[in-house]
């Protein structure tokens, strides 16, 4: 157990609504580049969560998204072993405004579960060094934010690199340091800038990466938001009182009516602004403290380059690969085998079911066959063949017109929810382990090359109460297969 100090009255706001086009095919709308755990196995949002949770005062931990990935969201969560025990609180915003509307909401949310509140947001989609030096660089921030500052956290650059924002650091801030890490005030907030720049920046020393990380009280937030659109001194900012004042009301309901047609209509009518638009540039209260940790924003497929070590021609190969004769590419296969030959400078990323082929200098383009695919209509951009739940799993091996056929891993001591089906027949086939099926109020014990046939209406749950892990095969029959096909009579979830 750890004996962490936590800090008085933090909250964490966890940003976790954006669907990660550019890690396509890896990243889903359902399932999203924060799900994925092949850095270090454990998933980007988890490791967001765990590393906030020990200072972070009981119960403050917020995860905001948007309406349609919360369950998703939710489950993987509630399945992820590093996090038994922790609540966490879900929100879902009512409809996307970008990051001034969303963490203004939340401000106004935490404002009204602690008036003392201070709130550390962070994106859930980062790779962010953890352990003592981040948690003594959120003790300084978290001190500046308590005298009503806006603090950012900045990184230290190690390149010259074009596709981050920079700030200027000024003056050290006294009273605002331990022995290593000191507050800056801020000078300039600068937008991508061209190579040129970026090397200037780097050999100044006086200029870090905008890392996206914002520490302050959460009225401070409200508060600079209602300044900076007094003085309208950009066209970015000229809407921030509204986007504060229309906050306060929406965050001042229960959560569960965010999503009310009304809250959606006035929230929709925000103007779409990042938060360093809508305050951060134009505020006088912003300091930013430097953070000497490693990170990376996981941007785009060529991330993929820290997964595994590079071959003596420059390839990272990762899975069941067989490559002759390539140089300086990226080859990642989850199952199937992928050969390659002669490849230079190229991404190859193989699920089961997509593949992308890409030039490495493109990377940043892959959200442009994300968006050919959604003109027409592909399912493969809003989920993948396998979904966490929080009582295990399952894996779509086939679909066809009128039928599909599913495996279902359920984790010991678990069960699935008693639900009904309006629109589906379902077939359960145990190959591993034993399994408890109920049909409506009858409950049958069904072991490994045995089944069960749940009738279309039928009141039904599947339940693992063994110690090993539970595998069904499911063949569902019907006119529609689609997964809000469920009415939940009882859930361990509260779904």
């Known amino acids: 157990?750890?004996?962490?100090?936590?800090?008085?009255?933090?909250?964490?706001?966890?940003?976790?609504?954006?669907?990660?086009?550019?890690?396509?095919?890896?990243?889903?709308?359902?399932?999203?580049?924060?799900?994925?755990?092949?850095?270090?196995?454990?998933?980007?949002?988890?490791?967001?969560?765990?590393?906030?949770?020990?200072?972070?005062?009981?119960?403050?931990?917020?995860?905001?998204?948007?309406?349609?990935?919360?369950?998703?969201?939710?489950?993987?969560?509630?399945?992820?072993?590093?996090?038994?025990?922790?609540?966490?609180?879900?929100?879902?915003?009512?409809?996307?405004?970008?990051?001034?509307?969303?963490?203004?909401?939340?401000?106004?949310?935490?404002?009204?579960?602690?008036?003392?509140?201070?709130?550390?947001v962070l994106p859930s989609d980062h790779i962010l060094e953890d352990g003592g030096r981040w948690n003594r660089t959120l003790r300084v921030a978290t001190k500046l934010a308590a005298d009503g500052r806006l603090v950012t956290l900045g990184l230290a650059p190690s390149r010259p690199e074009t596709g981050y924002g920079y700030i200027r650091m000024g003056a050290p801030i006294e009273g605002h340091a331990d022995s290593e890490i000191a507050g800056h005030e801020v000078l300039e907030f600068v937008e991508k800038p061209d190579l040129a720049s970026a090397q200037r920046f780097l050999a100044s020393g006086k200029y870090l990466w905008n890392s996206g990380m914002l520490v302050a009280r959460a009225d401070s937030i409200l508060r600079e938001l209602e300044l900076a659109g007094q003085r309208a001194a950009t066209a970015e900012s000229a809407d921030s009182a509204r986007i504060a004042q229309t906050a306060q009301v929406i965050g001042s309901m229960h959560p569960g009516q965010w999503t009310s047609d009304a809250a959606r209509e006035s929230f929709a009518a925000l103007p779409s602004v990042p938060?360093?638009?809508?305050?951060?540039?134009?505020?006088?209260?912003?300091?930013?403290?430097?953070?000497?940790?490693?990170?990376?924003?996981?941007?785009?497929?060529?991330?993929?380059?820290?997964?595994?070590?590079?071959?003596?021609?420059?390839?990272?190969?990762?899975?069941?690969?067989?490559?002759?004769d390539s140089h300086d590419s990226i080859v990642y296969t989850e199952n199937r085998l992928v050969a390659t030959l002669g490849l230079k400078d190229t991404i190859v990323v193989d699920t089961a079911d997509a593949t992308l082929v890409a030039a490495k200098d493109r990377?940043?383009?892959?959200?442009?066959?994300?968006?050919?695919?959604?003109?027409?209509?592909?399912?493969?951009?809003?989920?993948?063949?396998?979904?966490?739940?929080?009582?295990?799993?399952?894996?779509?091996?086939?679909?066809?017109?009128?039928?599909?056929?599913?495996?279902?891993?359920?984790?010991?001591?678990?069960?699935?929810?008693?639900?009904?089906?309006?629109?589906?027949?379902?077939?359960?086939?145990?190959?591993?382990?034993?399994?408890?099926?109920?049909?409506?109020g009858s409950t049958f014990t069904v072991t490994a090359n045995e089944s069960k046939y749940i009738p279309l209406g039928a009141v039904h749950r599947l339940e693992n109460a063994g110690d090993s892990e539970l595998r069904v095969v499911e063949v569902a029959v019907g006119d529609y297969l689609g997964e809000d096909d469920i009415v939940r009579y009882e859930d361990d979830w509260a779904r």
């Open 363 to 440: 990377a940043q383009d892959v959200r442009l066959v994300v968006e050919a695919l959604r003109a027409l209509g592909s399912p493969e951009i809003v989920e993948s063949r396998s979904s966490l739940r929080p009582w295990g799993s399952w894996t779509l091996l086939v679909k066809g017109p009128g039928f599909q056929v599913k495996t279902i891993d359920v984790l010991p001591d678990h069960r699935l929810s008693l639900q009904s089906h309006a629109h589906r027949s379902e077939h359960w086939i145990v190959v591993e382990g034993t399994a408890l099926v109920t049909i409506d």
């Open 1 to 120: 157990m750890s004996t962490t100090q936590r800090i008085p009255h933090l909250h964490a706001v966890v940003l976790a609504g954006g669907s990660g086009t550019r890690f396509w095919p890896l990243s889903r709308e359902l399932a999203p580049k924060q799900f994925v755990k092949i850095f270090g196995g454990v998933s980007l949002i988890t490791r967001a969560v765990m590393r906030v949770s020990e200072l972070t005062s009981e119960a403050g931990i917020h995860v905001l998204t948007n309406e349609r990935l919360l369950d998703e969201l939710r489950n993987h969560l509630k399945s992820q072993p590093e996090l038994d025990g922790l609540t966490v609180d879900y929100l879902a915003e009512p409809t996307p405004r970008n990051t001034a509307a969303a963490i203004a909401l939340a401000a106004a949310y935490v404002a009204g579960l602690d008036p003392e509140a201070l709130m550390v």
């Open 275 to 324: 938060f360093d638009k809508a305050a951060l540039e134009v505020s006088d209260a912003v300091a930013v403290v430097p953070a000497d940790l490693d990170w990376s924003d996981v941007g785009s497929l060529l991330a993929l380059e820290d997964v595994a070590e590079h071959d003596s021609r420059g390839n990272m190969l990762t899975g069941h690969t067989v490559d002759i």
